[in-house]
């Protein structure tokens, strides 16, 4: 069993950096993949970013790439997506996941374990 926790969202403009974090806690839980979703309101929960256990692959997805950066530190157990150049298209709930099956998964179902999610807000 792994328990993840976000934190560090909040309302900024856009243009602004933000960066959420993830706290893992459980039974070898620096060996999974890790992985944040967001979910807009009225819309589908949608892949963001993934790292794979120890830190060297990642993978975005196109309409975050060159602005996100995900990484995870493992003796803090930790995991933080690093938010930058934010548009108001970026407001949703971020959720933290973390995926047994290594590789780095684009869609929710290949993720055992979930977060409550934390709201981040664009302002225009």
């Known amino acids: 069993q792994v328990h993840l926790v976000e934190s560090g969202g909040g309302l900024v403009q856009a243009g602004d950096s933000l960066r959420v974090s993830c706290t893992a806690s459980?039974?070898?839980?620096?060996?999974?993949?890790m992985g944040w979703f967001r979910q807009a309101p009225g819309k589908e929960r949608e892949f963001v970013a993934a790292?794979?256990?120890?830190?060297?692959?990642?993978s975005y997805a196109d309409s975050v790439k060159g602005r996100f950066t995900i990484s995870r530190d493992n003796a803090k157990n930790m995991v933080y997506l690093q938010m930058n150049i934010l548009k108001p298209e970026d407001t949703a709930v971020y959720y933290c996941?973390?995926?047994?099956?290594?590789?780095?998964?684009?869609?929710?179902?290949?993720?055992?374990?979930w977060g409550q999610g934390t709201q981040v807000t664009v302002s225009s």
């Open positions: 996941a973390a995926g047994r099956h290594g590789g780095l998964p684009r869609v929710g179902y290949e993720y055992d374990y």
């Open positions: 459980g039974r070898s839980s620096s060996y999974y993949t």
């Open positions: 790292v794979i256990w120890s830190g060297r692959s990642t």
